[in-house]
């Protein structure tokens, strides 16, 4: 069964930081690697997404890394605002199945 | 065009109460998708559809959870006799077959 496991829970910096935010997976046998964004009280936003044949996805000031034969991926945020301010979460799709989360790294900047 | 909608936003039930909650894909969707998330939690599978069959509802809680799609198009997520334990964000999701899956806005639950 895969599990997803997002490292830290929180994360608290000043503004125009660069930060790393870090995520799991117990199986490789993945069909793609998704970053979502949560505000509070709304839904997903999708961020970025990797197919399990690349090795990172760019958009703006974000980043995100997959390593799939150790299981891991990393969603990069340079340069820190405010606005970035946010629940992260990880998400494996191993193909024809219900996406598996991670419970999510909350992020605060602070101004 | 339209995203995924999902009514209503917030409902309040009082123990004991049936619920219903829906959910409309974005059109020409064919699989939509059920996820649970429980506060300071990530989303987790209740039930999927692909048009109007239900192909795995292996992550439904329990017998009072049950969810159609009898058109294949709109679905409605059906609680009875609402236990505390279901308060949760219910999120929908739809998607074009192996696609990404576009989430709705949700619908807080809150079970008295």
């Known amino acids: 069964k895969q599990e997803v496991t997002q490292i830290p829970a929180a994360l608290s910096v000043p503004e125009g930081e660069n930060l790393v935010l870090n995520c799991s997976f117990t199986?490789?046998?993945?069909?793609?690697l998704q970053w979502f964004r949560q505000d509070p009280g709304k839904g997903l936003t999708s961020l970025l997404l990797?197919?399990?044949?690349?090795r990172e996805q760019t958009s703006g000031r974000l980043n995100a890394s997959l390593d799939k034969s150790s299981g891991r991926s990393t969603l990069y945020i340079a340069a820190s605002q405010p606005g970035d301010s946010a629940t992260y979460l990880c998400a494996v799709d191993s193909g024809n199945t219900p996406l598996v989360f991670g419970k999510g790294t909350r992020l605060s900047v602070i101004a | 065009g339209a995203g995924v909608s999902q009514s209503p936003r917030y409902k309040v039930a009082k123990r004991g109460q049936d619920v219903a909650l829906r959910c409309d894909p974005i059109s020409g969707h064919v699989s939509l998708f059920w996820y649970q998330q429980a506060l300071g939690q990530g989303p987790e599978f209740l039930t999927y559809?692909?048009?109007?069959?239900?192909?795995?509802k292996s992550g439904l809680p329990s017998d009072r959870f049950f969810a159609e799609r009898p058109e294949g198009s709109v679905s409605t997520l059906k609680i009875q006799r609402t236990q505390q334990e279901d308060s949760a964000v219910y999120l929908c999701a739809s998607s074009l077959p192996t696609d990404t899956q576009y989430f709705g806005p949700g619908t807080r639950l809150t079970v008295l």
């Open positions: 199986d490789s046998a993945i069909y793609n």
């Open positions: 559809f692909q048009n109007e069959a239900q192909l795995d």
């Open positions: 990797i197919q399990s044949s690349q």
